[in-house]
């Protein structure tokens, strides 16, 4: 069993950062695939990133060059750092972990955090 709690959301002006943070308890972070995803209202939840146990990294295209995903496994914490944000990113995002992944795409999640909200707003 893990326990996953996000941390990190808020308010940000486009073109901004922010960093979203997951801290996991419970079970091994280590061998742990870790990804984020996010949801707007009325829409499906969107894979974002992930980060695989032994450090390989995936992005979905529109946030290619914009966000980078990290893992601190001595504290049992994901990252995702957001920069260049635009309106568009507003979302609640949402931290999970997953034994397997499917061309770098948690399949399926087995754990989900309860979401943080992130709003891209002037």
């Known amino acids: 069993q893990v326990q996953l709690v996000e941390s990190g959301g808020g308010l940000v002006q486009p073109g901004g950062s922010l960093t979203v943070s997951c801290a996991a308890s419970?079970?091994?972070?280590?061998?742990?695939?870790m990804a984020w995803f996010r949801q707007v209202p009325g829409k499906e939840r969107e894979f974002v990133a992930a980060?695989?146990?032994?450090?390989?990294?995936y992005y979905t295209d529109s946030v290619k060059g914009r966000f980078s995903i990290s893992r601190d496994n001595a504290k049992q914490t994901v990252y995702l750092q957001m920069n260049s944000l635009k309106p568009e990113d507003t979302a609640v995002y949402y931290c999970?972990?997953?034994?397997?992944?499917?061309?770098?795409?948690?399949?399926?999640?087995?754990?989900w955090g309860q979401g943080t909200q992130v709003t891209v707003s002037s």
């Open positions: 999970a972990a997953a034994f397997t992944l499917r061309n770098g795409v948690p399949s399926p999640p087995s754990y």
């Open positions: 419970g079970s091994s972070f280590t061998w742990f695939n």
């Open positions: 980060i695989t146990w032994n450090g390989n990294i």
